[in-house]
């Protein structure tokens, strides 16, 4: 598929729509209850007697799919057995949540979870603590941490990535090594795991983190002018004391500089290459492109990167987007866009195309000969990262769901603002930027498809001639 540069225009439009002081909705009870019996159900399909979920601050995903939350400051334990029965094993600092847990079980305490030199009162061995959770000797347990492993050389089922001190008392608890596995697949698997599909309570709840990502993602944009700093634009990507999901973004000419990832006091200048990212729960929305307001202003050296790389970035882009749908499978939508932007010319080498939850990244069915289809309640994060020698980024990173006409009707019914927003969404796709998605496809983000190459032009994106 060959790009022709004269389909797409730099074209004055209008800003997509955003929608600030949305309300944080609340995943409904009966979904929170489902969540444990889509794991059960996982649970028994695997053999599996027991369930040992791990989790701290930054790995926290799989444990707050049931729990509602994750463990402040320390690890922490979920156990589940095949009768359905949760225990929380907890340190100092998280036992005052599991009153509040979404999915109610009993809860023992675990000091050694706790931070240095705090109180080790109640301290007893883990394998006694797990023991009293009922994990017995001989049955066959599944660890779960955060980490899907996808290695070709070894058995990813004997990998585990939690902290060996824990690994060694649940081996104790159950009598042997060999009826220890890793069952992070239960969860993360894009091919079974139970958090790749949403109900439409938690497809509104994702939302609100991709509205208010690209809301933010829009402001910076809006404000980026020579002469201010990193830190004035990165301060516009912090939004309603919620926590991000990946490192903040705002990044000026080099990055890295003193290995430094976060904005710093360096000024904009003309001609820089820019870079804006900014994630919640749900949805990420990332930019990058040149602080310029022409062609004319570019650095001479990159002075064709509108027809060098960003046009056919977004070719790419507005591809995938109308070539996702359900049915689909990974194996088809990587190939589609290895036809429009060659790995060999374009050097991207991630997925191009992975699904997203409470982080940013929960797993990929995107990746070459993929036969994983593309089902109603996936997460999408759009994720093309090209790179050629000497030029700035292009990046449109947005967020976008999977939904069949049963799910689309209960959106509508159960949640008509949050289906308000989707439709005005989908409108500017079609009739301001000729961008047909199917049916099948929400836009969960405001900025989906919307590209400022040129961040000192307010005005104008790159749009799709008809």
């Not at 049955?139 to 058995?155: I, M, N, P």
């Not at 310029?292 to 987007?321: G, H, K, M, N, R």
């Not at 997925?351 to 109603?376: F, K, M, R, T």
Request: net charge negative; charged share 20%; aromatic share 8%.
């Amino acid at each position: 598929m060959s790009v022709s540069t004269e389909r797409f225009k730099l074209t004055v439009i209008n800003a997509p729509a955003t929608f600030p002081n949305v309300r944080i909705p609340a995943i409904a009870d009966d979904v929170m209850a489902s969540r444990k019996q889509k794991v059960l159900a996982g649970m028994a399909q695997n053999d599996l007697d027991f369930l040992v979920i791990y989790a701290d601050k930054e790995h926290g995903g799989n444990f707050e799919y049931l729990a509602g939350f994750i463990p402040r400051f320390e690890e922490a334990l979920l156990t589940l057995n095949a009768h359905g029965e949760l225990t929380y094993i907890m340190g100092n600092e998280n036992l005052k949540l599991v009153p509040y847990a979404r999915n109610q079980g009993k809860c023992l305490h675990a000091p050694a979870f706790s931070l240095p030199n705090q109180p080790m009162d109640n301290e007893r061995p883990l394998v006694e603590v797990l023991a009293a959770a009922g994990l017995q000797p001989g049955s066959k347990t599944g660890v779960a941490g955060w980490k899907l492993f996808t290695s070709q050389l070894q058995d990813n089922a004997t990998l585990f990535d939690v902290p060996a001190f824990i690994l060694d008392a649940v081996i104790a608890a159950a009598g042997n090594r060999s009826a220890v596995v890793n069952a992070t697949p239960l969860f993360t698997s894009p091919a079974v795991g139970a958090r790749r599909i949403n109900t439409a309570s938690e497809i509104t709840f994702y939302e609100y983190g991709a509205n208010l990502a690209s809301t933010r993602i829009l402001k910076a944009l809006d404000s980026i002018e020579p002469g201010k700093s990193e830190k004035e634009i990165g301060q516009l990507l912090s939004a309603e004391g919620q926590p991000g999901n990946v490192v903040m973004v705002a990044a000026t000419g080099d990055r890295f500089a003193n290995a430094c990832l976060y904005p710093s006091d360096k000024l904009i200048r003309k001609g820089d290459k820019f870079s804006l990212t900014v994630g919640y729960k749900g949805g990420l929305s990332s930019r990058a492109a040149y602080v310029v307001a022409s062609e004319s202003e570019l650095p001479a050296a990159v002075a064709d990167y509108l027809p060098a790389l960003a046009i056919p970035y977004y070719q790419a882009v507005t591809t995938w987007l109308e070539t996702l749908r359900t049915g689909l499978t990974g194996g088809e939508l990587y190939q589609t866009i290895e036809t429009v932007l060659p790995k060999a010319k374009y050097h991207w080498h991630l997925n191009p195309g992975h699904l997203v939850a409470d982080e940013e990244w929960l797993c990929s069915p995107v990746y070459p000969q993929s036969a994983i289809e593309l089902v109603s309640g996936m997460i999408f994060q759009i994720d093309i990262i090209p790179s050629l020698p000497g030029y700035a980024g292009c990046s449109i990173e947005d967020t976008v769901a999977l939904a069949d006409a049963s799910l689309r009707q209960q959106l509508q019914d159960d949640y008509p603002e949050v289906w308000q927003r989707m439709e005005t969404r989908k409108v500017h796709l079609r009739d301001v930027l000729n961008i047909h998605v199917s049916e099948d496809v929400l836009p969960l983000s405001n900025t989906v498809g919307y590209l400022r190459p040129f961040l000192l032009d307010k005005t104008r994106a790159l749009v799709r001639q008809p």
